[in-house]
């Protein structure tokens, strides 16, 4: 199963809006409503951001918002903030049954 | 409050053996899918294996079918993963995660990780 294909990193500066994407196949991505998004900071434990595509977990902030199109997802960063540097993952179900994570996209505040 | 504690990790040389386990508190264990997750250093987040709720069904990633294992004690509410012909490949930080909510598998909630270094 080769991992889901993201940028490696997007920048923006603080208050804008960046989207990074997720790019898979009809096996994965394309094939079920189950994207999820993790963001992890450097030598921490991942944490759900966004799951079953556009799902928020009670208690992560409405700038963060997920979608789907095809066989690539999207997750949008609204209002960018210095906390939002972090690591950014996308993970799908698949055809498989198996997981499958994104290759990581490194988000930068300028 | 939910907490996944990994424990286990360690230097191991290629060919070797380890258990990890993954012993959890604040949810009811026997109601949730688990799942491993691992990363190597430096590198991304890669899919290793999940099981159901009664031990009954587990899925593993390809590059580790047959030598890696995971099960589960719902009465000490732990999860084992038992790594067989380690390779230098598998060095990574292996972490101990959760479905989101009972009953579902898609990856929810994780431990902070256990360090495995397999180097001769």
């Known amino acids: 199963q080769s991992a889901l294909t993201q940028p490696a990193s997007v920048s923006g500066s603080p208050g804008q809006s960046i989207t990074i994407s997720c790019t898979g196949t009809?096996?994965?991505?394309?094939?079920?409503?189950?994207v999820s998004w993790y963001q992890q900071y450097p030598g921490k434990a991942p944490k759900l951001m966004i799951y079953?595509?556009?799902n928020r977990p009670s208690g992560v902030s409405y700038r963060f918002s997920g979608s789907k199109s095809g066989n690539t997802a999207s997750l949008t960063i609204s209002g960018l903030q210095p906390e939002d540097e972090a690591d950014y993952y996308c993970?799908?179900?698949?055809?498989?049954?198996?997981?499958?994570f994104g290759t990581g996209t490194k988000v930068t505040v300028l | 409050e939910v907490h996944l504690v990994e424990s286990g990790g360690d230097l191991v040389q290629p060919g070797g053996s380890l258990r990890l386990s993954c012993a959890v508190s604040g949810f009811t264990f026997s109601s949730y899918w688990m799942h491993w997750v691992r990363q190597a250093p430096g590198k991304g987040l890669v899919w290793v294996s999940r099981i159901n709720l009664d031990g009954s069904e587990t899925n593993y990633a390809d590059s580790v079918k047959g030598r890696l294992t995971i099960s589960r004690d719902n009465a000490k509410s732990t999860l084992y993963l038992h790594m067989n012909s380690l390779r230098v490949e598998d060095t990574a930080v292996y972490y101990c995660t959760r479905g989101i909510d009972a009953g579902s598998s898609r990856i929810g909630f994780w431990g902070q990780g256990t360090l495995v270094t397999v180097s001769s």
């Open positions: 079953d595509v556009t």
């Open positions: 993970s799908s179900y698949t055809r498989s049954i198996t997981y499958v």
């Open positions: 009809s096996n994965d991505v394309g094939g079920y409503d189950y």
